[in-house]
């Protein structure tokens, strides 16, 4: 069964450094996001990627967080000058398109800021 | 602002229970609503329930969605350890994102 996939699993990485998630969406999926859930709390979203721009992004999603498809499969994340509240899991999540709108979630990366 | 109420919070049953996880919302221009699953990482989807679909079942899972109260249940019957989880429920509103609730933890004792 196709899936979403993601890496690294986990990443720890100091203040201030930068880090790069990773996805590579389902292969005909068209649409694609980034969600992130802290620790004990609700599932957020971050930011939504279509036909290689954002479509919407939350209030969350400020100017040290970017998103680019660099080759037509990855989906990256860019956090640049990270911070300890950045400090979560992040999921990278795709739906096929806006008929068939069930996401489908890879198994995410957690980012541990110290 | 959108939003998802789930309850309750969390559930600790019996194996062979019935269980009934509810959700609430308020959201602009619905378009449907969805279950996930979620143990140790990832969501993993479960049901999806539009206006052309509101009731859906998979083995012992049902749900069921109500637009003229704005909810949804999710009825698990003869529960099992395996059910052990955090079910989530998120609405699609008027862009396709989606709006999470804080989900139920249900725990399932032998």
């Known amino acids: 069964e196709p899936e979403v996939t993601q890496t690294p699993s986990h990443q720890v990485t100091q203040m201030g450094q930068e880090v790069i998630l990773r996805c590579v969406p389902i292969?005909?999926?068209?649409?694609f996001y980034w969600y992130r859930q802290i620790l004990g709390q609700k599932v957020e979203f971050l930011v939504s990627?279509?036909?290689?721009?954002?479509?919407?992004k939350s209030e969350i999603f400020d100017d040290q967080f970017s998103v680019e498809r660099p080759d037509g499969s990855n989906f990256t994340l860019k956090i640049r000058s990270t911070k300890l509240e950045d400090s979560a899991m992040y999921f990278c999540?795709?739906?096929?398109?806006?008929?068939?709108?069930?996401?489908?979630f890879g198994q995410g990366t957690r980012l541990t800021v110290v | 602002e959108d939003k998802v109420v789930q309850s309750p919070l969390s559930l600790v049953v019996h194996e062979g229970d019935t269980v009934t996880l509810n959700c609430s919302y308020e959201v602009t221009n619905f378009r449907s609503l969805l279950w996930y699953k979620q143990e140790k990482k990832a969501p993993t989807f479960l049901f999806m329930l539009?206006?052309?679909?509101i009731e859906k079942k998979s083995g012992r899972l049902s749900s069921i969605l109500d637009k003229k109260e704005l909810s949804s249940i999710l009825n698990i019957t003869a529960t099992q350890t395996g059910d052990s989880a955090i079910y989530l429920c998120?609405?699609?509103?008027?862009?396709?994102?989606?709006?999470f609730g804080k989900g139920t933890k249900l725990t399932v004792n032998p």
């Open positions: 998120a609405v699609e509103g008027g862009s396709e994102k989606l709006v």
């Open positions: 990627f279509y036909n290689n721009e954002i479509s919407e």
């Open positions: 292969s005909n999926h068209l649409y």
């Open positions: 999540a795709s739906i096929r398109d806006l008929m068939n709108t069930e996401a489908f």
């Open positions: 539009t206006s052309s679909g």
